[in-house]
């Protein structure tokens, strides 16, 4: 972790008030940022780290202010916002905001590599998580009446269904052409990217978009 919190000091450092270690014993000047991790655990690829900051100032929009700052900062370094929450510190005088960033990261701080897709040439931005395609082969029952045990016939192999979730955006081009393929029924070129596996291409057909708060989750029906 000792990578990744170099990273989050360099990124924090240039805010225009002090940057520091969140130790519980240590005095945190005013204005400040102080962070440290909340928590971290094996991840499918990396380390799940989630990041607690504290942003302190002398009014509530200066707090705010100077959170949003810090977020803007780490966002770049694969870190989400996962929680925010304003409160008054007691018998200080001043007013913090509290921050928690979440992000999977490998062991040199760097964030692990997200999938990427695109559709006829075009990304598909936002995307957060993808479930590969399982291939699968179906089998007809052609048991007889008078077979002492019951025999199949294999079907075609089929190719498999990919699932992804990502942030909803509406403005997107790569969503705006997965909404479009869906209402036309058109087919669609995809390529997937998911390091360290070779890329992979296929046509495919938009099964189904759900969208739920602010994520959008898709199926995607590939036909070979």
């Not at 498999?160 to 955006?169: E, K, S």
């Amino acid at each position: 972790m000792n990578a990744l919190m170099v990273r989050v000091y360099q990124a924090l450092l240039p805010l225009p008030c002090a940057v520091t270690r969140l130790w519980p014993q240590t005095l945190v000047p005013i204005p400040s940022v102080a962070f440290g991790v909340a928590a971290a655990a094996p991840g499918e690829r990396g380390t799940r780290c989630q990041l607690l900051l504290e942003a302190r100032a002398l009014t509530p929009e200066a707090a705010g202010t100077l959170a949003a700052s810090a977020r803007d900062r780490l966002v770049p370094l694969g870190f989400e916002l996962a929680g925010w929450h304003d409160e008054e510190v007691r018998d200080s005088g001043c007013f913090a905001v509290a921050l928690r960033m979440a992000g999977e990261f490998l062991p040199d701080g760097a964030p692990v590599p997200l999938p990427g897709i695109t559709l006829n040439g075009t990304p598909v931005g936002g995307l957060r998580t993808l479930t590969p395609p399982t291939r699968e082969r179906l089998f007809t029952d052609t048991t007889q009446p008078d077979d002492p045990v019951r025999t199949y016939a294999p079907q075609p192999l089929q190719p498999g269904r990919i699932t992804l979730t990502a942030h909803l955006l509406p403005d997107d081009p790569g969503q705006i052409l997965l909404r479009d393929a869906l209402t036309a029924g058109s087919k669609m070129s995809i390529t997937i990217t998911d390091p360290p596996q070779a890329p992979v291409s296929a046509q495919s057909y938009a099964a189904s978009i759900t969208t739920h708060g602010p994520m959008l989750t898709a199926v995607i029906q590939l036909t070979g």
